[in-house]
T-cell receptor, first 113, second 114 residues
Framework: QKEVEQDPGPLSVPEGAIVSLNCTYS??????FMWYRQYSRKGPELLMY????GNKEDGRFTAQVDKSSKYISLFIRDSQPSDSATYLC?????????????FGKGTMLLVSP | ETGVTQTPRHLVMGMTNKKSLKCEQH?????MYWYKQSAKKPLELMFV???????ENNSVPSRFSPECPNSSHLFLHLHTLQPEDSALYLC?????????????FGSGTRLTVV
């Protein structure tokens, strides 16, 4: 089993739809969870981060972490064509010295006008 | 200039060539990374430098050779590459290797080996 599983998509939605992007993971030591957005021909940029379980909201974006199910989600409300990008989840363990981020494959999102 | 800058943006090289990728960060971070991004695969960590000292090397072939002369600059020297090495090479930086706020990435170098 891979450490982080993420459906590569593409996921196609009409403008204004609610989008749900998800990752599952196997390492119970993961405590920090992040979502990166990567536009075509650009590097990933940090979109949201959360620590442990719970929800975090930032404008149209909501990140959820369910550690009991080892499942994280990113919701995008009122999706816009400018949200079309690849979304990568990333996570790391806590107080793990030189532990680095573990990434999912990324989900390509296409929002049509 | 702000953020993380990578040059060149695109590179085509033959299997017998020697070339170098350059990364520069203007964020005052003390850790830098090289990642390889291939289609349909997760980001693959190649090298980690903390305070200019290499702290992790994820079993990368010796045809990739990193160099970190100071905390702001990172190079990836390439020689006798294979076609399967064609990918997007991303540089990233962070404040501390175990930074919980994630990394700042550059835009990458798109490498094609012919």
């Amino acid at each position: 089993q891979k450490e982080v599983e993420q459906d590569p998509g593409p996921l196609s939605v009409p403008e204004g739809a609610i989008v749900s992007l998800n990752c599952t993971y196997s390492n119970s030591a993961f405590q920090y969870f992040m979502w990166y957005r990567q536009y075509s021909r650009k590097g990933p940029e940090l979109l949201m981060y959360t620590y442990s379980s719970g929800n975090k909201e930032d404008g149209r974006f909501t990140a959820q972490v369910d550690k009991s199910s080892k499942y994280i989600s990113l919701f995008i409300r009122d999706s816009q064509p400018s949200d079309s990008a690849t979304y990568l989840c990333a996570m790391r363990a806590m107080n793990s010295g030189y532990s680095t981020l573990t990434f999912g494959k990324g989900t390509m999102l296409l929002v049509s006008p | 200039e702000t953020g993380v800058t990578q040059t060149p943006r695109h590179l085509v090289m033959g299997m017998t060539n020697k070339k170098s990728l350059k990364c520069e960060q203007h964020l005052g971070h003390n850790a830098m990374y090289w990642y390889k991004q291939s289609a349909k695969k997760p980001l693959e960590l190649m090298f980690v430098y903390s305070l200019e000292e290499r702290v992790e090397n994820n079993s990368v072939p010796s045809r990739f050779s990193p160099e970190c002369p100071n905390s702001s600059h990172l190079f990836l020297h390439l020689h006798t590459l294979q076609p399967e090495d064609s990918a997007l090479y991303l540089c990233a930086s962070s404040q501390g290797v175990g930074n919980s706020y994630g990394y700042t990435f550059g835009s990458g170098t798109r490498l094609t080996v012919v």
